[in-house]
Protein backbone atom coordinates (compact mmCIF):
# COMPACT_ATOMS: atom_id res chain seq x y z
CA UNK A 1 0.00 0.00 0.00
CA UNK A 2 3.09 2.20 1.15
CA UNK A 3 4.36 1.46 -2.13
CA UNK A 4 1.83 3.30 -4.26
CA UNK A 5 1.71 6.28 -2.55
CA UNK A 6 2.97 9.54 -3.93
CA UNK A 7 6.49 10.98 -3.33
CA UNK A 8 6.48 13.33 -0.67
CA UNK A 9 5.89 17.30 -1.94
CA UNK A 10 10.01 17.91 -1.31
CA UNK A 11 10.44 15.88 -4.21
CA UNK A 12 9.64 18.22 -6.69
CA UNK A 13 11.61 20.22 -5.75
CA UNK A 14 15.22 21.04 -7.72
CA UNK A 15 17.61 21.82 -5.24
CA UNK A 16 20.09 22.47 -8.03
CA UNK A 17 18.06 25.58 -8.76
CA UNK A 18 19.74 27.71 -6.19
CA UNK A 19 22.71 24.91 -5.08
CA UNK A 20 24.66 24.66 -8.43
CA UNK A 21 26.94 27.16 -9.95
CA UNK A 22 24.47 29.18 -12.13
CA UNK A 23 21.84 28.88 -9.15
CA UNK A 24 24.55 30.54 -6.91
CA UNK A 25 25.11 33.23 -9.54
CA UNK A 26 20.96 33.41 -9.77
CA UNK A 27 20.60 33.67 -5.93
CA UNK A 28 23.39 36.36 -5.82
CA UNK A 29 21.35 38.81 -8.75
CA UNK A 30 18.54 38.66 -6.34
CA UNK A 31 20.11 39.84 -3.20
CA UNK A 32 22.64 42.26 -4.85
CA UNK A 33 19.46 43.67 -7.22
CA UNK A 34 17.55 43.99 -4.51
CA UNK A 35 20.25 45.47 -2.63
CA UNK A 36 21.04 47.80 -4.89
CA UNK A 37 17.55 49.49 -5.86
CA UNK A 38 16.40 49.19 -1.93
CA UNK A 39 19.54 51.46 -1.38
CA UNK A 40 18.46 53.72 -3.96
CA UNK A 41 14.56 54.35 -2.51
CA UNK A 42 15.49 54.77 0.61
CA UNK A 43 18.14 57.40 1.04
CA UNK A 44 20.38 57.31 -2.71
CA UNK A 45 17.64 58.67 -4.57
CA UNK A 46 17.73 59.65 -7.93
CA UNK A 47 16.06 62.02 -10.55
CA UNK A 48 15.67 62.72 -14.20
CA UNK A 49 15.86 60.03 -17.42
CA UNK A 50 19.20 58.57 -16.12
CA UNK A 51 17.95 57.56 -12.78
CA UNK A 52 14.75 56.23 -14.12
CA UNK A 53 16.04 53.96 -16.40
CA UNK A 54 18.64 52.61 -13.23
CA UNK A 55 15.79 52.47 -11.60
CA UNK A 56 13.61 50.41 -14.81
CA UNK A 57 16.37 48.36 -15.28
CA UNK A 58 17.48 47.24 -11.83
CA UNK A 59 13.29 46.61 -10.83
CA UNK A 60 13.00 44.20 -14.23
CA UNK A 61 16.31 42.08 -13.92
CA UNK A 62 15.20 41.61 -10.45
CA UNK A 63 11.79 40.46 -11.53
CA UNK A 64 12.19 38.30 -13.73
CA UNK A 65 15.47 36.69 -11.80
CA UNK A 66 12.69 35.96 -9.30
CA UNK A 67 10.61 34.45 -11.67
CA UNK A 68 13.43 32.16 -13.09
CA UNK A 69 14.36 31.45 -9.57
CA UNK A 70 11.09 30.25 -9.01
CA UNK A 71 10.19 28.20 -11.78
CA UNK A 72 13.42 26.22 -11.69
CA UNK A 73 13.25 25.40 -8.07
CA UNK A 74 9.93 24.33 -8.69
CA UNK A 75 10.19 22.96 -11.74
CA UNK A 76 7.02 24.66 -13.38
CA UNK A 77 8.62 26.05 -15.95
CA UNK A 78 7.72 22.76 -17.88
CA UNK A 79 5.01 24.01 -17.78
CA UNK A 80 5.26 27.09 -19.92
CA UNK A 81 4.89 27.29 -23.39
CA UNK A 82 8.49 28.32 -24.26
CA UNK A 83 11.69 26.97 -24.71
CA UNK A 84 13.50 27.69 -21.23
CA UNK A 85 17.38 27.53 -22.67
CA UNK A 86 16.63 30.11 -24.99
CA UNK A 87 14.79 32.16 -22.22
CA UNK A 88 16.93 32.26 -19.51
CA UNK A 89 20.47 32.39 -21.84
CA UNK A 90 18.40 35.56 -23.76
CA UNK A 91 17.20 37.10 -20.84
CA UNK A 92 20.91 36.70 -18.78
CA UNK A 93 22.57 38.64 -21.22
CA UNK A 94 19.71 40.82 -21.88
CA UNK A 95 20.44 41.73 -18.18
CA UNK A 96 23.92 41.72 -18.47
CA UNK A 97 23.68 44.61 -20.63
CA UNK A 98 21.27 47.07 -19.29
CA UNK A 99 23.11 45.90 -15.78
CA UNK A 100 25.98 47.09 -16.86
CA UNK A 101 24.21 50.19 -18.48
CA UNK A 102 23.09 51.12 -15.37
CA UNK A 103 26.18 50.34 -13.14
CA UNK A 104 27.78 53.03 -15.51
CA UNK A 105 25.34 55.83 -15.71
CA UNK A 106 24.04 55.92 -11.67
CA UNK A 107 27.74 56.31 -11.01
CA UNK A 108 28.51 59.25 -13.48
CA UNK A 109 25.16 60.99 -12.92
CA UNK A 110 24.58 60.46 -9.04
CA UNK A 111 28.16 59.80 -7.06
CA UNK A 112 30.35 62.26 -6.20
CA UNK A 113 33.24 61.98 -3.28
CA UNK A 114 32.18 65.28 -1.33
CA UNK A 115 29.23 65.54 0.74
CA UNK A 116 25.39 66.12 -0.72
CA UNK A 117 24.51 69.44 0.43
CA UNK A 118 21.29 69.45 3.04
CA UNK A 119 19.20 67.61 3.91
CA UNK A 120 20.70 64.83 1.84
CA UNK A 121 24.23 65.39 2.99
CA UNK A 122 26.87 62.45 3.53
CA UNK A 123 24.37 59.45 4.38
CA UNK A 124 22.75 60.27 1.34
CA UNK A 125 26.39 59.95 -0.37
CA UNK A 126 27.05 57.01 0.91
CA UNK A 127 23.90 55.55 0.11
CA UNK A 128 24.61 56.62 -3.70
CA UNK A 129 28.35 54.95 -3.21
CA UNK A 130 27.10 52.26 -1.57
CA UNK A 131 24.46 51.25 -4.48
CA UNK A 132 27.16 51.79 -7.36
CA UNK A 133 29.14 48.96 -5.82
CA UNK A 134 26.08 46.66 -5.66
CA UNK A 135 24.93 47.60 -9.24
CA UNK A 136 28.59 46.63 -10.12
CA UNK A 137 28.42 43.30 -8.30
CA UNK A 138 24.74 42.71 -9.86
CA UNK A 139 26.76 42.86 -13.39
CA UNK A 140 29.25 41.13 -12.75
CA UNK A 141 26.53 38.04 -11.94
CA UNK A 142 24.64 38.50 -14.40
CA UNK A 143 27.97 37.99 -16.79
CA UNK A 144 29.08 35.37 -14.85
CA UNK A 145 25.68 33.29 -15.54
CA UNK A 146 26.02 34.12 -18.93
CA UNK A 147 30.02 32.66 -18.94
CA UNK A 148 28.62 29.69 -17.47
CA UNK A 149 25.75 28.62 -19.46
CA UNK A 150 27.06 29.96 -22.88
CA UNK A 151 27.49 26.82 -25.12
CA UNK A 152 31.47 25.73 -25.86
CA UNK A 153 32.63 24.97 -29.28
CA UNK A 154 31.06 21.76 -30.27
CA UNK A 155 28.35 21.24 -27.86
CA UNK A 156 24.91 20.83 -28.63
CA UNK A 157 22.88 23.34 -26.49
CA UNK A 158 20.19 25.93 -27.03
CA UNK A 159 20.34 28.30 -30.05
CA UNK A 160 20.05 31.58 -27.30
CA UNK A 161 22.83 30.19 -25.55
CA UNK A 162 25.47 30.08 -28.73
CA UNK A 163 27.70 33.09 -29.48
CA UNK A 164 25.09 33.83 -32.04
CA UNK A 165 22.26 33.94 -30.06
CA UNK A 166 24.27 36.09 -27.56
CA UNK A 167 25.14 38.44 -30.60
CA UNK A 168 21.58 38.29 -31.37
CA UNK A 169 20.95 40.03 -27.93
CA UNK A 170 23.69 42.50 -28.32
CA UNK A 171 22.70 43.46 -31.67
CA UNK A 172 19.33 44.45 -30.73
CA UNK A 173 20.63 46.49 -27.78
CA UNK A 174 23.24 48.57 -29.64
CA UNK A 175 20.22 49.37 -32.12
CA UNK A 176 18.07 50.59 -29.17
CA UNK A 177 20.68 53.26 -28.81
CA UNK A 178 20.91 54.18 -32.25
CA UNK A 179 16.95 54.81 -32.27
CA UNK A 180 17.34 56.65 -28.53
CA UNK A 181 19.75 58.98 -30.82
CA UNK A 182 18.02 59.02 -34.07
CA UNK A 183 14.98 60.19 -32.07
CA UNK A 184 17.01 62.85 -30.46
CA UNK A 185 17.24 65.69 -32.64
CA UNK A 186 19.34 63.39 -34.95
CA UNK A 187 18.00 65.39 -37.93
CA UNK A 188 17.31 62.24 -40.51
CA UNK A 189 15.09 63.49 -42.46
CA UNK A 190 16.81 65.77 -44.30
CA UNK A 191 17.86 62.86 -47.11
CA UNK A 192 16.89 60.32 -48.12
CA UNK A 193 20.47 58.92 -48.20
CA UNK A 194 20.08 58.97 -43.98
CA UNK A 195 16.06 57.60 -44.27
CA UNK A 196 17.50 54.76 -45.93
CA UNK A 197 19.84 54.37 -43.23
CA UNK A 198 17.01 54.36 -40.28
CA UNK A 199 15.18 51.45 -42.47
CA UNK A 200 18.42 49.70 -42.21
CA UNK A 201 18.28 49.92 -38.74
CA UNK A 202 14.44 49.05 -38.14
CA UNK A 203 14.70 45.95 -40.03
CA UNK A 204 17.28 44.82 -38.88
CA UNK A 205 16.57 45.04 -35.82
CA UNK A 206 13.07 43.79 -36.34
CA UNK A 207 14.11 40.58 -37.57
CA UNK A 208 16.59 39.93 -34.82
CA UNK A 209 13.92 40.71 -32.67
CA UNK A 210 12.06 38.02 -34.56
CA UNK A 211 14.70 35.65 -34.48
CA UNK A 212 14.79 35.97 -30.82
CA UNK A 213 11.15 35.50 -29.97
CA UNK A 214 11.30 32.42 -32.28
CA UNK A 215 13.74 30.86 -30.36
CA UNK A 216 12.62 31.72 -26.90
CA UNK A 217 9.14 30.56 -27.90
CA UNK A 218 10.21 27.34 -29.47
CA UNK A 219 8.69 27.90 -32.57
CA UNK A 220 12.12 27.76 -35.10
CA UNK A 221 10.63 24.49 -36.83
CA UNK A 222 7.72 26.27 -38.12
CA UNK A 223 9.72 28.17 -40.51
CA UNK A 224 9.35 24.96 -42.60
CA UNK A 225 13.13 25.38 -43.82
CA UNK A 226 16.25 24.35 -41.58
CA UNK A 227 16.61 27.28 -38.93
CA UNK A 228 20.32 27.80 -38.98
CA UNK A 229 20.29 28.10 -42.34
CA UNK A 230 17.82 30.90 -42.56
CA UNK A 231 20.12 32.41 -39.45
CA UNK A 232 23.04 32.38 -42.23
CA UNK A 233 21.15 33.97 -44.88
CA UNK A 234 19.93 36.75 -42.62
CA UNK A 235 22.82 37.67 -40.88
CA UNK A 236 24.32 38.19 -44.63
CA UNK A 237 21.87 40.28 -45.47
CA UNK A 238 22.48 42.43 -42.42
CA UNK A 239 26.19 42.65 -42.99
CA UNK A 240 25.65 44.07 -46.30
CA UNK A 241 22.90 46.73 -44.84
CA UNK A 242 24.83 48.08 -42.49
CA UNK A 243 27.72 47.94 -44.28
CA UNK A 244 26.17 50.44 -46.60
CA UNK A 245 24.63 52.05 -43.45
CA UNK A 246 28.49 52.53 -42.79
CA UNK A 247 29.59 54.30 -45.33
CA UNK A 248 26.31 56.62 -46.35
CA UNK A 249 25.47 58.20 -42.89
CA UNK A 250 28.87 59.54 -42.35
CA UNK A 251 29.14 60.55 -45.66
CA UNK A 252 25.62 63.18 -45.24
CA UNK A 253 26.41 63.93 -41.49
CA UNK A 254 30.14 64.79 -41.65
CA UNK A 255 31.30 65.22 -45.10
CA UNK A 256 31.01 69.07 -45.46
CA UNK A 257 29.26 69.29 -48.68
CA UNK A 258 25.99 68.29 -46.88
CA UNK A 259 26.70 68.43 -43.37
CA UNK A 260 29.52 69.38 -40.65
CA UNK A 261 32.85 67.42 -40.14
CA UNK A 262 33.51 69.23 -36.90
CA UNK A 263 30.88 69.72 -33.67
CA UNK A 264 29.22 73.37 -34.48
CA UNK A 265 30.65 75.92 -31.90
CA UNK A 266 27.25 76.84 -31.02
CA UNK A 267 25.73 73.85 -30.79
CA UNK A 268 24.17 73.96 -27.00
CA UNK A 269 25.19 70.78 -25.18
CA UNK A 270 22.82 67.72 -24.98
CA UNK A 271 20.79 68.71 -27.44
CA UNK A 272 23.22 68.98 -30.72
CA UNK A 273 22.41 67.01 -34.01
CA UNK A 274 26.07 66.79 -34.60
CA UNK A 275 26.70 64.68 -30.95
CA UNK A 276 23.30 62.19 -32.18
CA UNK A 277 24.79 61.79 -35.52
CA UNK A 278 28.21 60.99 -34.20
CA UNK A 279 26.48 58.47 -31.76
CA UNK A 280 24.65 56.77 -34.43
CA UNK A 281 27.67 56.34 -36.59
CA UNK A 282 29.85 55.13 -33.57
CA UNK A 283 27.23 52.24 -33.20
CA UNK A 284 26.40 51.76 -36.22
CA UNK A 285 30.01 50.07 -36.84
CA UNK A 286 29.78 48.52 -33.60
CA UNK A 287 26.99 46.21 -34.76
CA UNK A 288 28.55 46.03 -38.20
CA UNK A 289 31.01 44.39 -36.70
CA UNK A 290 29.10 42.61 -34.52
CA UNK A 291 27.23 41.40 -37.31
CA UNK A 292 30.46 40.16 -39.05
CA UNK A 293 31.86 38.07 -36.12
CA UNK A 294 27.92 36.87 -35.92
CA UNK A 295 28.31 35.63 -39.37
CA UNK A 296 31.73 33.45 -38.74
CA UNK A 297 29.94 32.15 -35.30
CA UNK A 298 26.22 31.27 -36.89
CA UNK A 299 28.06 29.17 -39.72
CA UNK A 300 29.43 26.68 -37.30
CA UNK A 301 26.46 26.16 -34.45
CA UNK A 302 25.23 23.21 -33.32
CA UNK A 303 21.77 23.56 -31.40
CA UNK A 304 18.91 21.78 -30.28
CA UNK A 305 15.68 23.50 -30.52
CA UNK A 306 13.70 22.20 -28.12
CA UNK A 307 15.94 23.06 -25.03
Known sequence: MSGTMEPPGGAYLHLGAVTSPVGTARVLQLVFGCTTFS????????????????MAAWGFCFA?????????????????????????????MLATLLCATAAVIYPLYFTQLQCLPEPAGCTARNFRLSASVFAGLLFLSY?????????????????????SGLLK???????CIIFGALVHDSNYGRYAAMQWCVAVYSLCFLVTVAVVALSVMGHMGALGCPFD??????????????????????????DPKYGEPRRPPNCPQGS???????????????NLLL????????????????L
Not at 144 to 163: D, F, K, N
Not at 169 to 175: L, Y
Not at 272 to 286: E, K
Not at 291 to 306: E, G, H, K, M, N
Request: glycine share 6%.
Open 272 to 286: CSWDSQLVIAIFTYV
Open 291 to 306: YIVDLAYSQRIRFVPT
Open 64 to 92: LSVLVVACEFTKLHGCLRLSWGNFTAAFA
Open 143 to 163: ASEVALTRARPGQVASYMATV
Open 229 to 254: RLVVVYTFLAVLLYLSAAVIWPVFCF
Open 39 to 54: LVAHRGGFAGVQGTFC
Open 169 to 175: IVQAFVA
